[in-house]
């Protein structure tokens, strides 16, 4: 029997992240609020605040944030969020809909789904090329969407000074809200961290399906290293081992005709690059928050001795 948290979280993942991706529309924010209501999306309990001074940054980090907790499937977000939400709304299963559209892992189940929906290498190699500028395109958002709610977080303590040296409120009042903001943030980081998390699998999974068509196509292979804990990841390229990284019976060759690779020595070998460099990036904005978040929101130094 098929299990009913299941079946609206699949539809969650699916449908909120795909809608969000396919437009920015403010005129749709109902539709989606009204999508969110429906599949139980508002039960997260990281949005059951709803008071929350920064809740639309909330919602949006969240929302934003569970694209990259999908499996990695060829072209398929889209389609399949539409599929789920039809069943969804229907009463059917949306669990069967969304496994028939997804085969588990990530680069390899990413190369089994993407020659099932491919038969000719060049198209594989094109798809692949745009389900990876979807990719980057998404962490750029969701980078954008935590920006927006540290800034959020950094305004609200912010006012809070400003009522305490206004006398609107007194110190015992400006230190509890200030210890609500350092909680919430400290609420906001985590949730940064798991996304961040699954943004590095997905890339890891990127770099290894890149890799995997520039060995059949004898083209350079792509390494990632990160130097130093905490610093920011370095993508080189070297030559092709022998072997493609993905051993399995189920992946075939997906070598192109000759005029056709350079799609994957440049032009996927581009969005690889971009997506590590985007992955970075949004580490980075995490570690910098970690510092506001170390350093603490304080209330100001002349107003904490008076």
Not at 93 to 100: E, H, K, N, S
Not at 132 to 143: D, F, G, K, L, V
Not at 228 to 243: I, L, S
Not at 284 to 301: K, P, R, W, Y
Request: proline share 4%.
């Amino acid at each position: 029997m098929m299990n009913a948290s299941w079946t609206r979280n699949a539809a969650i993942a699916l449908v909120v992240s795909a809608g969000l991706m396919l437009t920015n529309c403010a005129t749709l924010d109902p539709i989606v609020d009204d999508m969110r209501g429906k599949l139980g999306l508002n039960d997260d309990p990281y949005l059951s605040d709803k008071s929350d001074i920064c809740y639309s940054q909330r919602v949006a980090l969240s929302d934003k944030g569970s694209t990259f907790f999908q499996d990695m499937v060829a072209g398929a977000v889209a389609a399949s969020a539409m599929a789920a939400l039809g069943a969804a709304m229907s009463g059917g299963d949306a669990r069967q809909v969304a496994t028939a559209a997804a085969f588990a892992g990530l680069a390899g189940g990413y190369m089994v789904s993407l020659q099932r929906q491919q038969q000719n290498p060049t198209l594989m190699a094109r798809t692949a090329i745009s389900d990876m500028q979807a990719e980057n395109a998404n962490i750029e958002r969701t980078t954008v969407a935590f920006n927006n709610l540290v800034n959020c977080r950094k305004a609200e303590a912010a006012t809070i000074n400003q009522d305490l040296r206004a006398g609107r409120i007194g110190r015992s009042t400006a230190e509890e809200r200030m210890a609500m903001v350092r909680a919430k943030f400290r609420e906001d980081l985590n949730k940064a961290s798991q996304i961040n998390q699954k943004i590095v699998e997905r890339s890891d999974g990127f770099v290894t399906v890149h890799n995997q068509f520039a060995v059949d196509n004898g083209q350079k292979v792509v390494e990632v290293t990160t130097p130093t804990q905490g610093a920011a990841p370095v993508v080189k390229t070297v030559p092709p081992p022998k072997q493609p990284p993905i051993q399995s019976e189920e992946v075939k060759s997906v070598e192109l005709p000759a005029q056709d690779k350079p799609l994957v020595g440049e032009k996927m070998l581009t969005e690889v690059e971009t997506n590590v460099k985007n992955r970075g990036a949004f580490a980075d904005d995490i570690e910098d928050a970690e510092t506001v978040a170390s350093a603490g929101f304080s209330l100001d130094e002349e107003q904490a001795t008076t």
